[in-house]
């Protein structure tokens, strides 16, 4: 009987101090950084067998300057135009083939790219962000074309987004929160 209460007394602080290190979004990371200055992280999951490979940019909108805005995803999609080794829109055609999948997003802080594929394929996207990193071809009519599909989706977006923000500014999306029409940006009530 005294096993058994040492027993449950372990499983009892030993679980959740387990469990809470699992959670931790670092835990099992492996980093090291190469000599080209590349930080490479590696987190392993072998519940299945796919591999995400994930190259993120220290870069987004915030290193904007006004008048110049919207650069940084201006690049994420001329990233997808190809180098000298793979033509234009090669590299997602080359993920799609091998059983995978790509895309981008830019963001404030950061400009990311992304495959999912077969963890038997790893080499093959190693190589294709290696090569466009090294090799990008930036065309003029490229250029063009892209220019005008980066300012539709920023005008797309822009179109989407304004009426949500006046939305939740004009109502409380809870009891106690948001702004009602009568209040000023401070949330104090205007005079009428």
């Known amino acids: 009987m005294r ?11 030993a679980v959740p101090a387990l469990a809470a290190d699992s ?5 099992g990371v492996q980093a090291t950084t190469l000599e080209n200055g590349l930080r490479v992280l590696l987190l392993e ?5 796919i591999v995400t490979v994930q190259t993120w ?26 180098t000298p080794n793979h033509g234009p829109r090669e590299f997602a055609r080359l993920v799609e083939q091998n059983g995978g999948q ?14 999912n594929i077969a963890a038997d394929r790893v080499a093959l996207v190693v190589d294709l962000e290696a090569d466009r990193m090294q090799g990008l071809v930036l065309d003029m009519s490229e250029l063009t074309t892209e ?21 939740r500014q004009r109502r409380p999306e809870a009891p106690g929160q948001g702004l009602a029409p009568d209040q000023g940006l401070s949330g104090r009530r205007q005079p009428p």
Request: no cysteine; proline share 4%.
């Open 3 to 13: 096993r058994l209460a040492v027993l449950l007394v372990l499983f009892v602080v």
């Open 23 to 27: 959670l931790s979004p670092t835990a």
């Open 45 to 49: 999951d072998h519940r299945s067998p």
């Open 57 to 82: 940019y220290r870069v987004g909108s915030r290193n904007e300057h006004r008048g110049a805005t919207g650069i940084a995803h201006f690049l994420e999609h001329m990233m997808f135009k190809g």
């Open 102 to 115: 790509d895309n981008a997003f830019t963001s404030q802080d950061v400009t990311s790219y992304y495959v």
């Open 147 to 167: 220019r005008e599909v980066v300012k539709e989706e920023r005008r797309l977006r822009a179109d989407r987004e304004a009426p949500a923000r006046q939305d």
